[in-house]
């Protein structure tokens, strides 16, 4: 099993940056895809940015230029720096692993609100 903790919950105004991390334990060992993904109000659950354990990255195209993802394995915690935010990123984000076998494990989500 894989645990997964987001931080970096804020209000920022557009334009703002924002750093979101997620920090796992457990059976890290087996993952093999780190990934963010948003929910917005009223909207289905999105990803966001994925990072590979050779750090290959891929984006959506709505955050491409804008955010970006990192991974530190020394403290297996996995970054998004958010900048150039606009109100429309406002949603929950969600740290998201995938693990050899089909597993697959969920942060709780941290809320970003970003004011026009």
């Known amino acids: 099993q894989v645990q997964l903790v987001e931080s970096g919950v804020g209000l920022v105004q557009s334009g703002g940056s924002l750093r979101l991390s997620c920090a796992a334990s457990?059976?890290?060992?087996?993952?093999?895809?780190m990934v963010w993904y948003r929910e917005a109000p009223g909207k289905q659950r999105e990803l966001v940015a994925t990072?590979?354990?050779?750090?290959?990255?891929n984006y959506a195209d709505s955050v491409n230029g804008r955010f970006t993802i990192s991974r530190d394995n020394a403290k297996n915690t996995v970054a998004l720096q958010m900048n150039s935010l606009k109100p429309e990123d406002t949603a929950v984000y969600y740290c998201?692993?995938?693990?050899?076998?089909?597993?697959?494990?969920w942060g709780r989500g941290t809320l970003v609100t970003v004011s026009s």
């Open positions: 457990g059976s890290i060992f087996s993952i093999y895809i």
């Open positions: 998201n692993s995938r693990q050899h076998g089909g597993m697959a494990s």
């Open positions: 990072i590979t354990n050779s750090g290959n990255t």
